[in-house]
């Protein structure tokens, strides 16, 4: 079944969805989360990818309200995730990406509802700040939980690590180098990021000290913050985490759902990567219709161009090399 035979005309507009984008591979309606999921039929998408706002008070446009009270917005995100449940087919996969505080609950109503659990990917924070009598912050939680035993799990690898300084590998395989795929490392359960990537930031400091890499790390995944490449105020996330996901999760031709579509990475991710896609965004739906049209006329947004690229310094000519000139 295809997107578009998910949701009949009548059940949209019952549900009070709102038509914003179609093409050959999705649908996007302008909508709550709620009105999307309670539409779709039982066990009829293979992937849903859910990024729901914080409850840190942020501004995503009028009459969207992101400070509930704490029993409302657990109350709310059960519903959400009740709905994500019951659509998701057997062996379909579930992520969802927010603050470690609120993973532990969801966590603990998908163990109890009998979702089974894959991992806890950490995203690092490319920021510390002082919390007071709190550990600085420093990861957003990716869960994946997959309705019984997975249907898909295709093997994503990912470059090794290099130093940026001595282009020297930063992570010890302990002797088993020489057996790892030419493709890559196998990817793992943590993503960490570079300070510097997808951020306006000066020149790397030459006398950072550089840490070994821990186990179980995937190594580039950003909130979108460099001011080329964001499309909305709120932030956002970087098109490679989409991507990721999708191709280790699914299938070409198969379904995926992201409820909160915010500036459409998960549908661009999508239609890049031949999935069938379906969507919804209460708020303001330009940035994603932007990112989808600019697909279509052949605008893609690669990762490493997408970085913003660095300013490299030109060495500095002495009196010597000039007399040699």
């Not at 997808?198 to 821990?214: K, R, S």
């Not at 070409?252 to 579509?261: E, H, K, N, R, S």
Request: proline content about 6%; some cysteine.
């Amino acid at each position: 079944m295809l997107p578009f035979q998910l949701i009949s005309s009548d059940i949209a507009k019952q549900k009070e969805l709102h038509q914003i984008y179609m093409s050959e591979q999705g649908i996007l309606y302008q909508g709550d989360c709620l009105q999307l999921l309670s539409a779709l039929p039982d066990e009829s998408v293979d992937l849903i990818f859910a990024d729901p706002p914080f409850n840190l008070g942020k501004d995503y446009g009028e009459g969207i309200n992101d400070q509930m009270e704490l029993d409302k917005y657990l109350d709310w995100s059960q519903q959400w995730l009740s709905q994500c449940i019951r659509v998701i087919k057997p062996g379909g996969s579930l992520f969802v990406f927010n603050l470690p505080k609120w993973c532990v609950e969801y966590g603990a109503y998908l163990n109890r509802r009998g979702m089974c659990f894959r991992h806890w990917v950490a995203c690092r924070m490319p920021k510390a700040f002082p919390r007071g009598k709190k550990m600085s912050p420093a990861h957003y939680g990716l869960l994946y939980y997959t309705k019984g035993e997975p249907a898909v799990f295709n093997k994503v690898y990912t470059p090794i690590q290099v130093c940026r300084h001595c282009s020297g590998e930063i992570r010890d395989y302990g002797g088993h180098r020489k057996s790892l795929n030419e493709k890559g490392i196998n990817l793992m359960d943590v993503w960490d990021m570079p300070e510097d990537v997808w951020e306006n930031t000066p020149e790397a400091d030459p006398t950072e000290v550089l840490w070994t890499l821990a186990e179980e790390m995937w190594t580039d995944i950003p909130p979108v913050r460099h001011h080329r490449h964001k499309k909305r105020i709120p932030n956002e996330l970087a098109p490679i985490m989409l991507e990721r996901i999708i191709a280790m999760a699914s299938n070409p031709g198969q379904i995926v759902v992201d409820p909160f579509g915010g500036s459409g990475t998960t549908f661009y991710a999508a239609e890049k990567l031949h999935r069938y896609w379906i969507g919804s965004e209460i708020g303001d739906t330009e940035a994603a219709v932007d990112r989808l049209t600019d697909l279509t006329n052949g605008i893609v947004e690669e990762w490493e161009s997408a970085r913003g690229r660095k300013k490299l310094k030109q060495p500095k000519t002495t009196t010597s090399q000039l007399s040699i000139l």
